[in-house]
T-cell receptor, first 113, second 110 residues
Framework: AAGVIQSPRHLIKEKRETATLKCYPI?????VYWYQQGPGQDPQFLIS???????DKGSIPDRFSAQQFSDYHSELNMSSLELGDSALYFC????????????FGEGSWLTVV | GIQVEQSPPDLILQEGANSTLRCNFS?????LQWFHQNPWGQLINLFY???GTKQNGRLSATTVATERYSLLYISSSQTTDSGVYFC????????????FGAGTRLAVHP
């Protein structure tokens, strides 16, 4: 079965650079979530979209932005990168909102040097 | 917001042993999922279990929603079970995101 696809899987950026992560949800899923997991931490919710509209917002820095496109894929844009942004970024998707199984991608490893 | 507490934080087992991991949550939930994060960072869905009992091979889970806890049972543990086990909940009332507990770090030795 198709899963959540994230790209790139690994990227290395320098401080103050910009990075873009892409997420392709499971076919027919209309809700996308982004999470950030720092070293030794649990995943922290950043932002979610339902039917291309932002549905919830968590601890996402102002330097980060995201959107969901007409084909339901989503992109997380991170600017003015800091060393502390080094983390594993997960995208997840679900069908509808509220009470449905949420499926996670394999994650994108971002290292800021 | 909802609080999620997992115990124990760390667990070391000999191969073949059984274990029980616990997840307590502070409010009503629409969704509860258990995940296994392997050493490569992948989050593997184990169970979607907002209530009731489910089994999948050597793993089973029970959620007692009225008492706000869930249990994950691992029987006949194998070295490949090593990793971090996360419980994550979606708070009832229209919130559509999972809040994770701090996880239980499991090491299974041969």
């Amino acid at each position: 079965a198709a899963g959540v696809i994230q790209s790139p899987r690994h990227l290395i950026k320098e401080k103050r650079e910009t990075a873009t992560l892409k997420c392709y949800p499971i076919p027919r899923h209309d809700t996308v979530y982004w999470y950030q997991q720092g070293p030794g931490q649990d995943p922290q919710f950043l932002i979610s979209f339902y039917e291309k509209m932002q549905s919830d917002k968590g601890s996402i820095p102002d330097r980060f932005s995201a959107q969901q496109f007409s084909d339901y894929h989503s992109e997380l844009n991170m600017s003015s990168l800091e060393l502390g942004d080094s983390a594993l970024y997960f995208c997840a998707s679900s069908l509808g909102t509220g009470g449905n199984t949420i499926y996670f991608g394999e994650g994108s490893w971002l290292t800021v040097v | 917001g909802i609080q999620v507490e997992q115990s124990p934080p760390d667990l070391i087992l000999q191969e073949g042993a059984n274990s029980t991991l616990r997840c307590n949550f502070s409010d009503s939930v629409n969704n509860l999922q258990w995940f296994h994060q392997n050493p490569w960072g992948q989050l593997i869905n184990l169970f979607y279990i907002p209530s009731g009992t489910k089994q999948n091979g050597r793993l089973s889970a029970t959620t007692v929603a009225t008492e706000r806890y869930s249990l994950l049972y691992i029987s006949s543990s194998q070295t490949t079970d090593s990793g971090v086990y996360f419980c994550a909940v979606e708070e009832a009332g229209g919130y559509n995101k999972l809040i994770f507990g701090a996880g239980t770090r499991l090491a299974v030795h041969p």
